[in-house]
């Protein structure tokens, strides 16, 4: 059975620039895909096709079991989208924007009044809620712009980039509200650069590239895909290189990687804190002095160069840009 | 936070689709306008402030060496004057309507309109009608100082009550009409900004190669030709004979003979035409 949000062979250009090169989703009901990716990969595209907001050139999709290109306003009355910008009127109060929206969904005046009333309550604004949303910081814009997409408690939520630009306080708060919303049995499809993110809110991760998806799975998955947890170590002395690479030889589960004028050594590890503990023992015994040594996770760019074999780099962004002039 | 989630709703309680959603959607949107104008009241103080110079400026610094007709008498170029006052005011609303749509274009408001169950054109005609609702007061602020500084209408023609009230009619309906085209430009340029002045820099050509400032009978004749054929003009030309104001063209091009006619036409069209465009590009919009 096909998913609550699933496409197939997705493909959109912009002049010469391939946003979506073929791409497949399938997110099954009441859980979450997180899209991973530099900017300009195809994301946001990506989302904008499903949302009825771009036409693909090709492929097919269907959302809560109606078919995008058919029947987009079909589509529209079961989906919430919660974008990279906060995308409500500063001008008008959070109310005058929920309530905007509730009557936008079709929604009486008199529910979206109370529907309004029961979301600024629920998303801390209950004060904040008769002052224009341009008095608003930025996390309250992004609580009322999530808000905005939960009007009508749609089956199935996107939402590009939502803690993009956020502190990590807020961060936190939104990532809260997102998990009790899939806990409520929403289906969600997420984009994000972080694959922290990813890794916290998603079941499943696609991590996407120049408009494909280059690799799928579960977090765990990903990150041995990518090599797992390395050591660092940067020596005091440039002369103890040599050393610090035998002993790191000894315990890693891979080959250093040596930066000279940095004097930095990398080992792929497994096993962890006591694994670092180890490490620091030996290069204590051998009288190696270290200015710095950490066990360091997988990053987004750890991902992407193990899968691309290039940085999800600054080239991108230019990309993105050609993007939207293209438009 | 508590708890987010609840018992989803009916996503349409309403009958999807027909006018009735596109006039709910609409005046939705309109309302939404409106309250954005009152929370920026400087904006209608601007639009207010304009065409108000104009007035004291052309009736005081042209009004003593403009000839109309046969006649040099100031008095009379003020009569004359007003028409082109108020048609070049209502369609300085489209500037105004042009940089609202790019702003939402740039906000991501129009995203967030897009992907929702409405009415295809209700965000671009309630931001319209919201500017018409703006062009009517702008309007009658400058009657009331158009009366002040000396306009009485009948001054040439009797006219009545019944049209004069036709003449502000076919002003606000082709300054709606207008705003449909500041709408095509507000959703075709990249930054607010443009939108001000791409609304306004081509208005400047429209409504000065008109009947509205000065004689177009004393015009080169290919200039006269143009401006009596100018839709602009022809609004001009009606509001004159509805108002009872001197200085009506006696050319012989139709829309100079038949200028009622010919506004409403040349109105209709615009709009209708220009409502497509914007709604087709409102279709396909992204910011």
């Known amino acids: 059975m096909p998913g609550a949000i699933h496409a197939e062979g997705l493909v959109k250009t912009f002049g010469d620039v391939k946003a979506l090169d073929g791409v497949d989703l399938d997110v099954p009901e009441g859980t979450v895909l997180g899209l991973l990716g530099p900017n300009g990969a195809g994301k946001t595209t990506a989302v904008r096709c499903l949302t009825t907001l771009l036409t693909p050139d090709s492929g097919k999709a269907v959302v809560a079991g109606i ?8 589509v529209r009355r079961s989906i919430g989208l919660s974008g990279q910008f906060a995308a409500v009127d500063e001008y008008l109060t959070g109310r005058e924007n929920l309530q905007m929206v509730g009557q ?13 009333a029961e979301l600024l309550e629920r998303f801390n604004l209950a004060d904040a809620a008769d002052r224009p949303s341009k008095t608003y910081s930025g996390g309250m814009r992004r609580r009322l712009d999530l808000a905005a997409a939960l009007v009508v408690s749609p089956p199935v939520m996107f939402m590009d980039e939502p803690t993009t630009g956020l502190d990590p306080r807020n961060r936190q708060q939104l990532w809260e509200v997102i998990q009790e919303l899939v806990a409520g049995g929403t289906t969600l499809l997420l984009t994000t650069q972080y694959l922290e993110e990813a890794d916290h809110l998603a079941h499943d991760i696609c991590v996407v590239d120049h408009g494909r998806v280059i690799a799928r799975g579960t977090s765990d998955q990903l990150k041995a895909q990518t090599g797992g947890e390395r050591v660092e170590v940067v020596v005091h002395e440039r002369e103890h290189i040599g050393a610090a690479r035998e002993v790191l030889a000894g315990l890693g589960k891979g080959e250093t990687t040596v930066e000279q004028h940095t004097r930095k050594l990398t080992v792929p590890v497994t096993g962890g804190a006591k694994l670092l503990a180890e490490v620091i023992r030996d290069l204590d015994a051998r009288g190696i002095e270290i200015d710095d040594i950490g066990l360091r996770r997988p990053t987004l760019d750890d991902v992407f160069i193990s899968l691309t074999g290039h940085l999800a780099e600054q080239a991108d962004e230019e990309s993105d840009e050609t993007v939207e002039a293209a438009k | 936070m508590t708890a987010v989630t609840d018992t989803p709703r009916p996503a349409a309680p309403r ?13 939705v949107v309109a309302k939404r306008n409106l309250i954005r104008m009152t929370r920026i009241p400087e904006m209608i103080l601007f639009g207010l402030i304009q065409p108000v110079m104009f007035v004291v400026l052309f009736t005081y610094v042209f009004g003593g060496s403009m000839q109309i007709g046969d006649t040099t008498d100031p008095d009379v170029y003020k009569n004359f004057l007003m028409a082109g006052i108020f048609a070049q005011t209502v369609t300085f609303a489209t ?8 702003d939402d274009m740039h906000k991501g408001l129009i995203d967030r309109f897009r992907s929702l169950p409405m009415a295809r054109g209700a965000v671009l005609t309630g931001r319209t009608v919201a500017d018409l609702v703006q062009t009517a007061i702008t309007l009658l602020v400058l009657a009331v100082v158009a009366l002040l500084v000396g306009w009485r209408p009948g001054s040439a023609e009797p006219t009545n009550f019944g049209k004069i009230m036709g003449g502000f009619a076919l002003l606000l309906l082709l300054g709606y009409a207008f705003t449909w085209i500041g709408a095509l430009i507000g959703l075709s340029v990249r930054t607010p900004e443009a939108a001000t002045s791409g609304g306004l820099i081509w208005l400047f050509p429209v409504t000065f190669l008109s009947n509205a400032f000065v004689d177009s009978s004393k015009m080169t004749p290919w200039l006269r030709h143009v401006a009596d054929w100018n839709p602009f003009s022809a609004t001009v030309q009606a509001c004159r004979k509805l108002f009872g104001d001197p200085g009506l063209s006696p050319s012989d091009a139709w829309p100079m003979q038949h200028p009622v006619w010919a506004s409403l036409i040349y109105s209709v069209l615009i709009l ?16």
């Open chain 1, 67 to 74: 078919d995008v290109l058919k029947n987009p306003n079909e």
């Open chain 1, 104 to 116: 936008l969904y079709q929604m009486k005046a008199k529910q979206a009044k109370a529907r309004a």
């Open chain 2, 15 to 27: 009958p999807a689709g027909g006018i009735g959603q596109s006039v709910r959607d609409s005046l």
């Open chain 2, 95 to 102: 500037a105004g309507a042009g940089a609202g749509i790019a």
């Open chain 2, 272 to 287: 209708v035409v220009f409502r497509t465009l914007a709604v087709r590009k409102y279709r396909n919009a992204s910011a």
